[in-house]
């Protein structure tokens, strides 16, 4: 019969190259059960997509499956998503992690980008809320074709749009068709404010705010309203983008507010018939970039008739395409930005709210 030392010692040669270290020190082995010669344990992961894990699991089963007396071996992957430190706002403590999604111009495919992520998390089994941000150009309710649908409330506030398994929270759901906003920048203020503080999210694994392009008032409420565990910047890897996108960034460092990763979207274009590559809006940059600024590069995404042609269905590429290589993608891109989010959650020291004043309204970019 193997002791637990010795399948301890065994599971801590499997290592995750992700995290840089071996399952049993990263707090990954659970519920260890030694039964004659039996051997039963949980990987327990703190993303709900995880590169690798099955792999993970087999070398963990043959390594204690090699130990003398162990004749069976039964191993489970679950996930359990770690939570910000930074969570910690009373109106939001069912929620585990807020993370903005930015760009510095519009028309760079910022909200595609969102709604995939956040599809293709609530796919994966996370429980995922989504609130549209861009107040003056709401456009999330027709990427989720919920555009008909009515908001209701109850004694804790407004009840969100269920779609495709998230929740949504969007001024588009007020504003109806062409009728335009037509808000001074108080009354956007208060706008954010209540798309995130009464609304009635329940338990959420992310919340995912999709932004306005560019600095404003919107992005000043934002973290002075919440505490974010991060944020995401979304760019074309064109110069005038590109540029413009690295301003928005270095407002989310001035606020205290961590840059999970970069993507490049509309990185390239494969033409469908003759499959010819055409680098329309120039190539790489993002990446480039983020390795100058010490920033994880999340990936790119190419331009890709499909992508649009969902997004305009209201069914995300990521549900609707799964076997296409845009859905590959973006679950790459997943994987990287939940492994980044946790590790955010595992060094980061709690972040205090940025109160109103410790910020001009004009920022060094």
Known sequence: MATETEVLTALGKVTDTNFGNNIVDLGFVRDLEIKGTHVHFNVVL??????????????AEQMIKGLSGVTSVCGHVKSEISRSKASDHASLAGVKNIVAIGSGKGGVGKSTVAVNIAAGLAKYGARVGLVDGDIYGPSLPIMLGTREAELTQNERGIIPIEALGMKLMSMGLLSRGSAPLIWRGPMAHKAVQES??????????????????????????????????????????????????????????????????????????????????????????????????????????????????????????????????????????????????????????????IEEGETSDTFEV
């Open 46 to 59: 703190p993303t709900p997509v995880f590169p690798g894990q099955e792999r993970m699991k087999d070398e």
């Open 196 to 353: 995130l503080l009464r609304v009635d999210w329940g338990e959420l694994d992310y919340l995912f705010v999709d932004m306005p392009p560019g600095t404003g008032d919107v992005h000043l409420t934002l973290v002075q309203t919440v505490p974010l565990t991060g944020a995401v910047m979304v760019s074309t890897p064109q110069d005038v983008g590109l540029t413009i996108s690295m301003k928005t960034l270095r407002m989310f460092e001035q606020t205290k507010v961590p840059i999970l990763g970069l993507i490049e979207n509309m990185s390239y274009y494969l033409c469908s018939h003759c499959g010819e590559r055409d680098e329309i809006f120039g190539y790489g940059s993002v990446r480039k970039e983020a390795e100058k600024l010490h920033a994880p590069f999340l990936g790119e995404i190419p331009l890709d008739r499909g992508i649009r042609e969902k997004a305009d269905s209201g069914l995300p590429a990521v549900i609707a395409k799964t076997e296409s290589p845009a859905a590959r993608f973006y679950l790459q891109i997943i994987e990287r930005l939940a492994s980044q989010i946790h590790l955010q959650n595992v060094k980061a020291k709690p972040i205090s709210i």
